[in-house]
DNA sequence: TATGAATGAGGATTCATTCAT
DNA sequence: GATGAATGAATCCTCATTCAT
């Protein structure tokens, strides 16, 4: 529940005069994703990111150069942030399944607690044109990477010819023969995580880690399984994602 | 007389003067569902609108009143368009899976035949706040609703005891006992179906057929069964989803 | 002495509202050709030409959609002008150095009347790049041009073996052939021509006509001629140049 | 220690700190000749002067107080060096007529070598209202005395009888006399010179002293003459103006 | 001497919206 | 029913200029 520190600087930041650009520029950015997350990249006017970030309206031009700018700074900082949340929360040595649990857990952690930020790159970003758009794929196609490796791994953990028998005559250690379809799957978890980030957010009392839970009961049990009573679980009893 | 070729409408209709209300309305929603999906609802200009409706301002506005009404007709139209057409789309005679499969097929078949309508419904109405929002989300709770009637459908059809072992001592048959769960699993399925949308859509090649099983395949089986060598497939020799 | 009707529209307009297009294109081009004569391009302001044109300022960009279109509307307006006004002072019918004496007077008149539309096209124009000079150069070749066929036919009018011995061995009917001197001196005639048209609107008591004649004295008979008692005369008594 | 590239001032000076001021101003005014002359004094910016000059911004105000100031030393500067040029061109033991043609090659020579300078003088200044107008005005008037003085003293080196003809019952050694009509004759030629340097800058393969010939032609000669086949000549070979 | 940090003021441009016919 | 004419209110952006060190 506490408040990473750059969410407090933007609101209540005394304006004090003079700072180091460095600082500035923090503070802008904060700012400006507040803006952007609550109103959209269209709505949201350079006169009020100046004024929640407690400076005139020339600096943030002096230090961002333009709305686009400023705009295309705060989707890379908030996909870098994100990105990085994922992967620190993911402990490497653990079977493909737990991984993909923490990470999730992680997701819906950071997306949780920068509601504003989860707003610049799931929607405004992509609803306002190539070059924004363009920046969030980059982290999509990190994270849907990641995913991948994860699902490709899971089916080498998993019995290779029985992932055979269904492909018949192939090897299921080749990463790159079932390719369009691992991608399509992990789109559509993808998808489905950042839908149930929303759906978590909304709906009290639903914890990141159940969320997480959640989603691996559909996306690695399958509603098939989990109907007929083999719902998903964490091998041994969960200490869970080692994220806040 | 011919009138100039500027002033036929780019929608195709001839713009002859004095036409009923009714259809002049179409044309101006016709028209604002294509602005509006591919700029964006605040990029949108009404002059743009109108032109492309072949009519003048004033009478967008005599009929629609202000862009946020119009807007808010969009989305309501095609809003109902798109609930349709998944209904359309399903035989409620048919095992859970089947219908779920049908479904899907509807859905990608009709946002991949009205990509600015989808980019509506998808993107703009939800990137420009709460009034538009609650009018996407009171369909998409329609559709989450259905499917979760699916999942509990499915649900029965499976063993019940088998559901049952999993959540020991409660009676499977009970609607609303796992509700949480369900709503998160159905909440989890629209949003992995919305996400494949855009990517079957960007994907050359991929049809709605093959997104809808490629999604399937991911939320029945689950991608334990998967790599197992246990996908997904419809029950008989499959005919398809009936849509066009 | 009397200001032409447009010049006064300009100012006194009662802001009648609802005029047809075309008139108030004409005011907004009034207003900017002062503006715009007075204060420079760059220092101009549109709020400024709106006002003094008695219009708001939307409906100067709905009519000639720039500041950028608005200037070189202006240039085009005005370097018409001032070569009709130019071409209607002159006789055709004359021999050439009194065409080149009525010309003058034209010129003369012209610009003294407009001085505005005078500094727009000769400072203005040319200080603020490309776009804008270009603009300009294509009249002040046109009047080159029209100097130059003066020149020409002044030298056919006067010995051709005359001129023939200066040059020796080239025919003096060939008009190409002292191509670039003759480029030289139309180039300084209109120059000083422009430089005269200051001085004598800065002068009081130095009419149009008294202009022309000082400068055909310069250009015609030469310093030389002049100081050995051989000025330059209309070869008849004078009616004048039959400008205003 | 090497400092980076980028500040090294553009105009070639190592940006050495604590230079002495009048050094220091000089580049200053270097620099913002550079600008004024090539973006116009509206469109330059400060920062833009003062980056070029290699020191920062403050440092411009603190030696030349505002945009004004620094543009009035500029043509300041420039007015006083080119008066000098010209003056520094002309041998004043020689007949008039090779004063003249000397002055006009120094005058082409220094315009041609210095077109930002130029550009500030003949253009920038005189768009820009009064305060700098006025600056070039004295600086002109000056010339313009320089040349008026020449052509009386031609008028006086002709046959006084013959010039006093052409203005019977006047004694043409009263430089006051015709004073108008010479005053004209010195500002068309003046202008004439002005418009020319464009010319003779913008024409390539047209040398200072070809320019001067082509003037002189035109000024001394008159195209009455030129046509008759007397072209104006210095009067023994000619050692050229001895600008560099 | 010299500068990084900061801003008040203003300019071009666009847009949703409304009269008057 | 339909439109040409018109605007109030913002929005992005830039610039000359000044502190505080």
Chains 1, 2, 3, 4 share one sequence.
Not at 7 to 31: F, N, W
Not at 70 to 92: D, P, Y
Not at 208 to 224: E, H, K, V
Request: proline share 7%.
């Amino acid at each position: 529940m506490v408040r990473p520190a750059r969410t407090l600087s933007a609101m209540g930041a005394v304006k004090t005069k003079r700072m180091p650009r460095a600082v500035r520029e923090q503070q802008m950015l904060d700012a400006a994703v507040r803006i952007f997350g609550q109103r959209g990249y269209m709505a949201a006017s350079m006169d009020e990111i100046a004024e929640l970030a407690g400076v005139s309206k020339p600096l943030v031009y002096l230090y961002l150069n333009s709305k686009e700018d400023l705009f295309t700074a705060c989707i890379r900082r908030e996909a870098k942030a994100l990105v990085e949340a994922v992967r620190a929360g993911v402990r490497r040595d653990l079977p493909a399944d737990r991984q993909l649990w923490e990470g999730l857990g992680a997701f819906f952690a950071h997306t949780g607690e920068n509601p504003d930020a989860w707003s610049v790159l799931h929607l405004q970003a992509r609803t306002h044109g190539e070059p924004f758009a363009a920046e969030v794929t980059a982290m999509r196609e990190e994270i849907v990477a990641f995913v991948t490796q994860l699902i490709l791994a899971g089916a080498r953990e998993a019995l290779p010819q029985a992932f055979g028998c269904a492909r018949a005559g192939r090897d299921p250690h080749d990463p790159d023969l079932p390719e369009r379809e691992v991608a399509g799957l992990a789109e559509a978890l993808v998808g489905a995580a950042e839908s149930l980030a929303a759906w978590a957010n909304a709906t009290p009392g639903v914890t990141p880690r159940q969320a997480a839970g959640t989603l691996m009961n559909f996306a690695w049990a399958g509603l098939g399984d989990l109907m007929e009573g083999r719902p998903w679980a964490p091998e041994e009893e969960p200490p869970g994602p080692h994220v806040a």
